[in-house]
C-alpha cells in the first residue's frame, strides 16, 4: 500500500484519469472528491464488499435444475 500525505486542497492522480481532492478534514474524517470516468465504478469500501458478496451468493444459488428452467423458459 502507499501512503500519502495530503493537505486540504491537495490531489493525486491515478492512472491519468482518476484524480483525488481533499475537500475537507474535521477532526477523524477527511471528506474526499474524486473525478474519474463515468465507465470507472467508484465505491466505498462497505459497498464493494457487500455487491461481492451478493455476486458470490447469486453464483452458488445457480444449481444445474435452475439453470437448465432458465433455458426452458420456466
Not at 492512472?15 to 474524517?29: F, M, P
Request: hydrophobic letters at 40%; charged letters at 30%; proline letters at 4%.
Amino acid at each position: 500500500m502507499l501512503a500519502l500525505s495530503r493537505k486540504k486542497g491537495e490531489a493525486l492522480f491515478i492512472n491519468n484519469n482518476i484524480e483525488v481532492t481533499v475537500l475537507e478534514v474535521k477532526g477523524d474524517q477527511v471528506k474526499l472528491g474524486i473525478k474519474a470516468p463515468k465507465e470507472i465504478p467508484v465505491y466505498r469500501s462497505e459497498v464493494y464488499e457487500q455487491i461481492q458478496a451478493a455476486n458470490k451468493e447469486a453464483l452458488t444459488e445457480q444449481t444445474p435444475d435452475n439453470l437448465s428452467k432458465l433455458f426452458k423458459g420456466e
